[in-house]
């Protein structure tokens, strides 16, 4: 059973997250900001109007979530009252001290991720790396890794990209994961993932290491202002691939977005390439090619921003491109972190999306000290 220390330890974070969130004048803030939306002529401007309502959502959700933390502390703290007079078991309010405690590490959590980015969606890119059929299999394997992650949270997510491999797998494919803080807890996947195992592909039954690397960038939305020029974009279109026969794509629905970048702090110049075929409508597509590239184009001011700001924290963090940062051993019943040493043996958990472990190891090391240098 808990003890009274527990009890009291509760209690006390969740009067320190009353302060941290400062949830008296968050209060006062959605009075406010919901006082502006009376006004006759709100909804004439929709755009601003959309902006407007979802300020006031992102205010009420941390004030929803704190009241559900303190809403769960106050029933555990009548429990304790109960139990000392025989009215419930003890496996009851083990549960409920259960429960409170794993809704205050959520929120704990969620107040770590205060960067401007760390509330958007998420663009997730997957490539496999050298190797073949082994890299291209390991690669659809972390794919479905993160689609079940997303599902169980309640994410929307589409597949604005694929690539199939030669004979399995996949060589690429890009996937935007829409909902409150995907990026905040999702960037600490960028880098590359690193697969053992004895290869179904290999005749001989040999132990053989693959790679993939995931790329993550913050999904934009209408609150973010990007500058794309006009004048440096181009388009190609393409039939998208699919089903033959009657479903077969007889119009030139994919599209392909080249965007003549060049780096406003070094002058170096890159071509963008971004390729969608998440459906059969042309505008649509460039429309969601067009809102990947507000979001490429934004995480590499973002990155500078990071760079310029907090230049210690991101060497040690080191998520930059081409790092490795988990490993993923099969036979070994084993998936290790190295940037935080977390591991578990359930290795099949993990592949069924189950990284919660390693997300909140993650911003448990390394978020505080970002929350610490702003």
Not at 343 to 361: L, N, P, R, Y
Request: charged fraction near 30%.
């Amino acid at each position: 059973m808990i003890t009274q220390d527990q009890l009291k330890d509760a209690s006390d974070r969740t009067a320190a997250l009353k302060r941290y969130l400062d949830i008296d004048n968050k209060k006062i803030q959605i009075e406010e900001e919901e006082l502006r939306t009376h006004v006759p002529d709100f909804w004439e401007h929709p755009q601003e109007a959309q902006i407007q309502m979802k300020k006031i959502k992102d205010l009420q959700q941390w004030v929803n979530g704190y009241t559900e933390v303190a809403k769960a502390v106050d029933e555990l703290s009548l429990a304790w009252d109960f139990i000392k007079e025989g009215l419930i078991e003890e496996e009851e309010i083990d549960k409920l001290y259960a429960q409170a405690i794993e809704q205050i590490e959520n929120l704990e959590l969620k107040n770590m991720l205060r960067r401007e980015e760390d509330k958007l969606g998420v663009v997730l890119k997957i490539n496999s790396g050298a190797g073949g059929t082994e890299s291209q299999d390991w690669a659809s394997m972390l794919m479905r890794m993160y689609m079940r992650w997303a599902e169980k949270h309640g994410y929307k997510l589409s597949i604005s990209n694929l690539l199939d491999g030669d004979e399995a797998g996949i060589k690429s494919c890009t996937i935007n994961i829409e909902g409150d803080f995907a990026y905040g807890y999702l960037k600490s996947e960028n880098g590359v993932h690193r697969l053992v195992r004895v290869s179904p592909y290999n005749a001989q039954g040999k132990r053989m290491t693959s790679f993939a690397s995931v790329f993550v960038t913050p999904l934009v939305d209408d609150t973010i202002e990007v500058k794309v020029e006009p004048a440096l974009l181009s388009w190609d279109t393409f039939r998208s691939g699919g089903a033959g026969g009657q479903n077969v794509n007889k119009v030139e629905s994919g599209v392909r977005l080249r965007y003549q970048f060049t780096d406003p702090y070094t002058g170096e110049k890159e071509e963008i390439l971004i390729e969608n075929t998440e459906t059969r409508d042309q505008p649509k597509n460039k429309e969601n090619a067009l809102r990947q590239l507000r979001s490429i184009l934004y995480d590499k001011e973002l990155q500078h921003r990071l760079q310029e700001q907090a230049k210690v924290e991101a060497g040690k963090m080191k998520i930059e491109w081409g790092s490795q940062i988990r490993s993923y051993v099969f036979d070994d019943r084993r998936v290790k972190d190295h940037r935080t040493g977390h591991q578990t043996s359930d290795v099949g958990g993990v592949m069924d999306g189950d990284i919660d472990g390693f997300i909140k190891s993650y911003l448990m090391e390394f978020a505080a000290s970002e929350v610490e240098n702003q």
